[in-house]
């Protein structure tokens, strides 16, 4: 089994296709970043009728039984994620309906603070607020994931320590291994394991850096050194992979509609634009080269197993429930 | 069993008590008449949040076998439902979403004239337009009740010409026994027949006339007479009954947003306001004499099985599904 524990972009019957080419087991698609509730709701209608439209391929995945059963059908289970929490628009009682409405992984920012905590682009992070406080209450009463992946570490360290259930970092790396802000401190981390949470490892370059990105091997390496950081059941995959974007869709992603002006997000004026994916990851199916570069440093076939998929299937049964 | 297919206002716990005191298996209640997408999520988390919290009294139902668990159980089932389309915001993807949310029946338009089909109210009616076929097709394929109540006569029978499964007159009575524009023709009440869809006769008064509001054989004459012209498996109870109503509930209902002026509704300039209900239903509970009445004018037992809850049983069974 392969678990991506994040992507985004617009994905296809191409998509699925080499999903399936890869023997990719489950992916946490991204269903929006700056949405409020109506246009998330149109996303929501329209994933749901693009995974029956293509149900040979693709299944959308509530439990961790439904990956089960994608797994045993070979087809690849789709987890409906937001990147933002705009989707609830203040409303505390929304969080039940969109976890009945199948979403099942919800980041509490984006790249900016907002009502629920501070996001790590931020000068000063205030910490969890007190909608967060809320928020993530019914997320773990309705069986949705707390993504804290863009989250400012004293926010995500604060979230960490409030949910009564495992959280996650569905994509960053460490940041004492590649300096970035949208990478976590080891003090987070460490938090991360105690709450029984899971960090997805990224391959986005931006947040990886060229060297880790240049073999399956190299990246492999970093997994293990995160490894030594949250141990052995709190490291898994997730990727950052986008599909099919352009510029519009990363002006959207870093600008939304609350600048005028030009953001980077997780770039820099050096390096504006879309940057390659990692020297081996040149098309989403080389995700199965994964559990080869992770043998190659030493990891047992029993880690390799945690690390591609048992974390992540932990992770969504003890949130998600039956 | 009794079964009341509409009934609106604000339902409190005492509500709740008066409808276990009168024995009332199922009712389907008003959660919205003017409120677009936003508003119409709002109340039904409201809906959901209040019957989760008198669960000892009632259950939300969405299917026929939940009725007859409620009943099993001493509770009385309720069923989600809107006297206007307004919740869809023109969007037909967004029908299933609100399916899966639990709600059960949708009335095509209230008071005005919209983008599905023409209303009781207006000079003229245009009969079912593109939008109203789009999503009685939609309703149709996710599991919800078309109710017809309010919507114009010529728009009513085309749409339940159209409808593939029974569509339903929640609450409303036969012109020809009493004339009023929110009364159904006969040849309306034999094209539902047709289709096997079910009308509910109202207790309201400015729709019922004093005739039939006097005592509860008074009312079963009407019924009689109803299921003369439409037949012993399309006649069945849908009260129109209010609760806990004031005149900004009355304002809303009936002038909404859409004037400034005054707008009475079903009542006149010389009965503006809140009419008296029938004068044998004082209060909900009452509804238990409408057996009895229903005997008084020659309905065998079976037959009045039938008008008390066999017939919208099948029809929930019919649309519902499983």
Same sequence: chains 1, 2.
């Avoid at 907002?114 to 009463?141: K, P, Q, W």
């Avoid at 059941?233 to 950052?240: E, L, Q, R, S, Y």
């Avoid at 990891?299 to 003890?318: C, D, H, Q």
Wanted: hydrophobic letters at 40%; glycine letters at 10%; charged letters at 25%.
């Amino acid at each position: 089994m392969l678990i991506d524990g994040l992507q985004c972009g617009h994905f296809t019957r191409e998509t699925f296709e080499e999903l399936r080419r890869g023997g990719v087991t489950c992916v946490t698609i991204t269903a929006g970043f700056w949405e409020g509730t109506m246009e998330s709701l149109d996303a929501l209608a329209r994933w749901r009728e693009l995974i029956r439209e293509n149900q040979d391929l693709v299944v959308l995945a509530t439990t961790a039984a439904d990956i089960e059963r994608a797994a045993a059908s070979n087809r690849t289970a789709l987890l409906i994620g937001y990147q933002n929490s705009n989707l609830f628009e203040g409303r505390i009682r929304f969080v039940e309906l969109f976890a009945e409405l199948g979403v099942r992984v919800v980041q509490l920012t984006y790249n900016n603070q907002n009502e629920l905590a501070g996001s790590c682009y931020e000068t000063e992070d205030s910490g969890l607020a007190r909608f967060g406080r809320e928020v993530i209450d019914e997320m773990n009463r309705t069986g949705m994931l707390v993504d804290l992946s863009h989250v400012g570490n004293r926010s995500t360290l604060e979230a960490v320590k409030h949910s009564k259930k495992p959280v996650a970092i569905t994509h960053a790396n460490a940041d004492s291994l590649f300096a970035h802000k949208r990478n976590k401190t080891d003090d987070v981390l460490k938090a991360l394991a105690d709450n029984g949470g899971v960090i997805g490892c990224a391959t986005y370059r931006n947040i990886t850096g060229d060297y880790y990105c240049s073999t399956p091997k190299a990246w492999a390496e970093m997994v293990a050194r995160t490894v030594e950081i949250a141990g052995i059941d709190h490291v898994a995959i997730g990727t950052d992979r986008s599909h099919n974007f352009a510029k519009p869709d990363y002006d959207w992603m870093r600008q939304g509609r609350w600048t005028r002006g030009i953001d980077y997000g997780a770039g820099s004026a050096a390096r504006p634009g879309k940057v390659p994916p990692a020297d081996w990851f040149k098309e989403v199916g080389n995700l199965n080269l994964i559990p080869g570069g992770l043998a190659e440093v030493g990891f047992s076939p029993e880690e390799v197993a945690k690390i591609t998929a048992g974390n992540w299937l932990r992770v969504y049964r003890e949130v998600f429930g039956g």
